[in-house]
């Protein structure tokens, strides 16, 4: 009889976990009760003990609620949780924001109840909120165990933060404003078409090989344009790898123990908890229910012999050794066929990552800088990677899973100093850091290939932009015809203003741009992102005004979305004040 109030506290449980468990209780976050932080915001530490605790509570929610999540989007929505709770914290304080009791009573059982509330107590018939279900379990409340109270009061005191972060964001939204004529000036411009003629000049109709382009002017670009290219702080490295290959030893005991194990698989009772187990797959792959055609090519060619308990294999596929049994067939079933599989990768013995190992140490042992890496890559004729790595950074070359090697380079890694052994999956890793790249603008020979042919179009720009100035016809057509050389005369019927491409071309926003601010007959030139253009508007549709009915209808719609982009701006805006310092990259 107790159900309606064991759900009501899960969902309560759920609603504390979505707003910021921490936030409800004396937060390990300010508390100093361990020295280990994994950032800061607003000079306050985050500690790794609040950022793991919150990253387990919303393991346990994924797991339960959402399936399987990756591992890195959880660490950061726990990020974004903390980050969040802090810097709503500070504005609330500023701002003198509070609530009362009275407002409180109103939340949890008056008027106004909060939405989350309602969630939490709803009748299993009708699926609505039942307010007789809250008031009967309010009042049984105080005979609950405390223990049994506790989720209560902590959703008691997080509803309060939740309405507060919302008057913050009522603060935002209700300070946005359109007039209107912003709203006749918006509907005017998207619904106006424009039938559009442009010639067309293509910066390939001209050579590369004639153009010369000093590092001066890429400098110069870049600087001019160094908002496009910001990077992160990152490592710069060479690596080489030693590969784990078995030896005709090793292949020979992975094919026995194969065969023990395909004994062992046809003999154990519970064929896919015993495939989870053994498989080297990923677990939840190990059971499959398939229909005739969906059968594997080694079970489909003896479907007509297939019989349940049968095992099938050892059958290598892309290098994986797999083993299938047959767990049972429904022949009245679409997907007739149960079936548990098993995937074995042949490893070496431990012989052989023994003396694989030793030859890696030897390596690490034994190279003091770079010059030394590259003469023993070319004298043991390995190949001598090169890699760019960021601070958050999984994957390093065909390496998914190397964050062993990441957290080194970030704590311990010094310029021209070799690393120790890394394991990775299936190879010892052997790493020097070569270059350190520092937050803000790129170097150039990082961006150099994405810089030059901006600054070679530039300089084919201005060259086009000159022939065509001193062209003497009158009409687009004279022009193309006396420019030559590849220049195209097209158009466009029904252009819109949030048109992106021109047809012939592709997208070119300056040029749409610029084309709904010309009236027709007059001609312009623009710089384009494949070309240059002269361009001229031989009709302009009208559009009518809106009436005060609809425009007020209108005006509200962009208000609305004003509201939600004002939001974001301003949290965004918050963040970038609060002075974030994440160091997780050093535990994670």
Known sequence: KHSGILVSITAIGLFLFLIGGDILRVSPIASGQRKEAVGEVEDQKITL?????????????????AGSRKEKWIREQAWQQLVAQIVYKKECDTLGLMISEDELVDMVQGEHIHPELKTAFLDPKTKQFDKQQLIHYLQKLSQMPVAQQAPWRQFEHGLSVLRTREKVVQLMTQSTFVSGLEA?????????????????????????????ISDKMLEDYLLTHKRTYQVEESKVIQYVAFPMIPTEEDTKAFQKDLQDLKQSFAQAEDAQAFASIHTDGKPLMSRHNLTSQQLPG???????????????????????????????????????????????KPLPGDQTRDQLFKKADYCAST?????????????????????????????????????????????DAVVGRISPVFELEGAYVVAILTQ?????????????????????????AHAIMDKLSALKGKTLKEKMTQYGNGAKLLEANNLRFDDDNLQGVGKEQQAVGTAFALEPGVQ??????????????????????????????????????????????VYQALEALANIKDYRYLFY
């Open 49 to 65: 003990q609040a950022y793991q605790a919150q990253v387990n509570q919303l393991r346990q929610v994924s797991a339960s609620n």
């Open 184 to 212: 006749q000036t918006q509907h005017h411009n998207s619904q106006t078409k424009l039938h559009l003629k442009y010639l067309y000049v293509p910066y390939d109709t001209h050579s590369d090989d004639a153009i010369r």
């Open 298 to 344: 080694a079970l489909s060619i003896q479907k007509s012999n297939l019989k349940e308990g049968m095992v099938i294999g050892p059958v290598q596929e892309k290098g994986v050794y797999k083993l299938y049994k047959i767990v049972s067939i429904h022949p009245a079933k679409a997907q007739q066929y149960c079936i548990a599989v098993i995937e074995k």
């Open 367 to 411: 190279v003091k800088n770079t010059a030394q890496l590259e003469a023993y890559a070319a004298q043991e004729e390995l190949q001598l990677h090169t890699a760019q790595v960021e601070k958050d950074a999984i994957q390093i070359g065909d390496f998914s899973q190397a964050r062993e090697l990441v957290r080194w380079l970030y704590t």
């Open 436 to 460: 350190q790249v520092p937050a803000g603008t790129a170097p150039l020979a990082q961006v150099r290939e994405k810089i030059v042919p901006k600054v070679r179009n530039i300089i084919k």
């Open 524 to 569: 312009t030139k623009v710089i384009g992102d494949n070309g240059v253009f002269m361009i001229e508007v031989m009709d302009k549709g009208t559009t009518e005004m809106l009436k005060d009915e609809d425009a007020a209808v209108y005006q509200q719609g962009l208000r609305n979305l004003a509201k939600i982009k004002q939001a974001y701006g």
